[in-house]
């Protein structure tokens, strides 16, 4: 489940021989030293490094500056040190996407998901890295982190996209092409075609130029697709969902509480609201048996849906979010989406694959937690 995560462990004592082989000298300021990880000498970040290649003398091993800076920084991932001048001890900082890391060192396709074991696997992989006790290591404090699953339908990428409304709690929704995000002050959420994705990174399929690559893709996604649901917490201090807030203050309290945090991963996500766009348009007896009554209330709730229906209920709901008075406001647009609903065959068809998939993906990812713990 975790993704990206940034975390630091105060007073670690790097040996020198750890910092001579395994990092570069930036800089100092103000009475620090400042080291950064080369992750090509990180034994499980480059497949350049084999295990003989750690006993390089640190002459052999130097780089550029000025190449090194931008290399250790390569889209705001790295792994750095620092400490008092003349001081043994100082911060050890991390920013990896260590799920990307497990991937690439166990050559697993790009839609795993750490489960239990794997990410306290990876995480001891970096404690005996760097030469540092497990459960030290552990004790390391969180101040941001991703965490998310990757769900794969058997239908196509539009279909689930284009009925992703609403979700509860949540200020601003912003989308662009197979992408929604989920926005307010203290965190977010994000949905995303993530076949796509990985094929704009070179992810899937790799030996094929980009036109073939492409052409794979497109043949894949005419009946399947694969979702990412994530996350994402900026600043572990400010978040407010306190279910999720007490499970993330360390490396450890993730370990701790892996199965439960799955279950609050949940009860966040199925906040996700959908309106069934991908469902066959109302039929002429369908109309008739609605209107049966022939009360003014079912013909306003009529005229209500084909407004919606010419306008676009997702189009419509983003034009009134930021109008309506915020005391009532969710529960309006909420009521509009049960009308909109109503109308249409195969009620709540993707909520329901999408509640179901992601309760069984996060079943199968924290299963271990429960095991271990017993």
């Given at each position: 489940?975790?993704?990206?995560?940034?975390?630091?462990?105060?007073?670690?004592?790097?040996?020198?021989?750890?910092?001579?082989?395994?990092?570069?000298?930036?800089?100092?300021?103000?009475?620090?030293?400042?080291?950064?990880?080369?992750?090509?000498?990180?034994?499980?970040?480059?497949?350049?490094?084999?295990?003989?290649?750690?006993?390089?003398?640190?002459?052999?091993?130097?780089?550029?500056?000025?190449?090194?800076?931008?290399?250790?920084?390569?889209?705001?991932?790295?792994?750095?040190?620092?400490?008092?001048?003349?001081?043994?001890?100082?911060?050890?900082?991390?920013?990896?996407?260590?799920?990307?890391?497990?991937?690439?060192?166990?050559?697993?396709?790009?839609?795993?998901?750490?489960?239990?074991?794997?990410?306290?696997?990876?995480?001891?992989?970096?404690?005996?890295?760097?030469?540092?006790?497990?459960?030290?290591?552990?004790?390391?404090?969180?101040?941001?982190?991703?965490?998310?699953?990757?769900?794969?339908?058997?239908?196509?990428?539009?279909?689930?996209?284009?009925?992703?409304?609403?979700?509860?709690?949540?200020?601003?929704?912003?989308?662009?092409?197979?992408?929604?995000?989920?926005?307010?002050?203290?965190?977010?959420?994000?949905?995303?075609?993530?076949?796509?994705?990985?094929?704009?990174?070179?992810?899937?399929?790799?030996?094929?130029?980009?036109?073939?690559?492409?052409?794979?893709?497109?043949?894949?996604?005419?009946?399947?697709?694969?979702?990412?649901?994530?996350?994402?917490?900026?600043?572990?201090?400010?978040?407010?969902?306190?279910?999720?807030?007490?499970?993330?203050?360390?490396?450890?309290?993730?370990?701790?509480?892996?199965?439960?945090?799955?279950?609050?991963?949940?009860?966040?996500?199925?906040?996700?609201?959908?309106?069934?766009?991908?469902?066959?348009?109302?039929?002429?007896?369908?109309?008739?048996?609605?209107?049966?009554?022939?009360?003014?209330?079912?013909?306003?709730?009529?005229?209500?849906?084909?407004?919606?229906?010419?306008?676009?209920?997702?189009?419509?709901?983003?034009?009134?979010?930021?109008?309506?008075?915020?005391?009532?406001?969710?529960?309006?647009?909420?009521?509009l989406e049960d009308l909109y609903n109503q109308y249409k065959g195969d009620d709540d068809f993707v909520k329901k694959e999408f509640h179901r998939k992601l309760s069984a993906r996060i079943n199968k990812l924290t299963v271990p937690a429960i095991s271990s713990s017993?």
């Open positions: 489940m975790v993704d990206l995560i940034k975390f630091y462990l105060e007073n670690v004592l790097l040996s020198d021989y750890i910092l001579a082989t395994k990092f570069i000298k930036i800089r100092e300021e103000g009475g620090f030293e400042i080291f950064k990880a080369d992750p090509d000498m990180i034994s499980f970040l480059s497949p350049k490094v084999k295990a003989e290649n750690c006993n390089l003398p640190k002459s052999e091993i130097v780089v550029k500056q000025e190449n090194i800076i931008k290399k250790l920084s390569y889209q705001n991932k790295f792994i750095s040190f620092k400490r008092k001048l003349y001081a043994k001890e100082g911060r050890l900082s991390v920013c990896q996407n260590i799920r990307k890391d497990f991937i690439r060192i166990k050559n697993l396709n790009p839609f795993t998901d750490l489960n239990y074991l794997s990410f306290v696997e990876i995480i001891e992989m970096y404690a005996h890295e760097f030469g540092i006790e497990k459960e030290k290591f552990w004790k390391a404090k969180i101040t941001q982190v991703e965490l998310g699953v990757n769900i794969r339908f058997n239908m196509n990428i539009a279909s689930i996209m284009s009925s992703v409304s609403r979700m509860k709690g949540m200020e601003n929704t912003l989308r662009i092409g197979n992408t929604v995000n989920f926005k307010n002050q203290k965190y977010e959420v994000s949905i995303y075609d993530k076949l796509e994705r990985e094929s704009q990174q070179n992810e899937v399929f790799k030996n094929s130029n980009k036109v073939r690559r492409k052409h794979l893709v497109k043949k894949i996604s005419k009946n399947n697709s694969f979702v990412r649901i994530e996350l994402r917490v900026k600043r572990v201090s400010q978040f407010n969902r306190a279910s999720i807030k007490n499970k993330i203050q360390t490396l450890e309290s993730i370990r701790e509480n892996f199965h439960s945090l799955g279950n609050e991963l949940y009860k966040l996500f199925v906040n996700i609201s959908f309106v069934n766009e991908i469902s066959p348009d109302i039929s002429q007896g369908l109309v008739r048996s609605q209107l049966r009554s022939k009360s003014e209330r079912a013909f306003d709730e009529y005229l209500k849906f084909l407004g919606l229906k010419y306008f676009g209920v997702k189009k419509f709901i983003e034009f009134a979010s930021p109008i309506l008075n915020t005391n009532n406001r969710n529960k309006y647009l909420a009521s017993n």
